[in-house]
Nanobody
């Protein structure tokens, strides 16, 4: 099992920055793909960013590319999401997700909900205009 706890959410002005953290505990964190998803009220949960367990390849949704950066610190068993130039459209509950050690050559694998087995409780991010 893997337990994930997100932190760092809050209310910020448009154009501001926020850094989310996801602390993981349990088995083989360093050998799991990690990702961030978000869900706005009345909408489906959508992919935001992912980082692979080997090589630390990163993947981003088009809507956040160039603004958000995902990273991981295996020694601290923590994954981060640095969010810059925030927009009101970024308002959502952000969830940290842990997957398997599957290695894929396609970005589609890392963006899929089904590729992840463990989820945090979420942290609210609100961006005001």
């Amino acid at each position: 099992q893997v337990h994930l706890v997100e932190s760092g959410g809050g209310l910020v002005q448009a154009g501001g920055s926020l850094r989310l953290s996801c602390a993981a505990s349990g088995r083989t964190f360093s050998r799991r793909n990690m990702a961030w998803f978000r869900q706005a009220p009345g909408k489906e949960r959508e992919f935001v960013a992912a980082i692979s367990w080997i090589g630390s390849s990163t993947y981003y949704a088009d809507s956040v590319k160039g603004r958000f950066t995902i990273s991981r610190d295996n020694a601290k068993t923590t994954v981060y999401l640095q969010m810059n130039t925030l927009k009101p459209e970024d308002t959502a509950v952000y969830y940290c997700a842990a997957g398997s050690s599957t290695i894929s050559t396609t970005s589609a694998y890392y963006t899929a909900l089904g590729s992840y087995d463990y989820w945090g409780q979420g942290t609210q991010v609100t961006v005001s205009s």
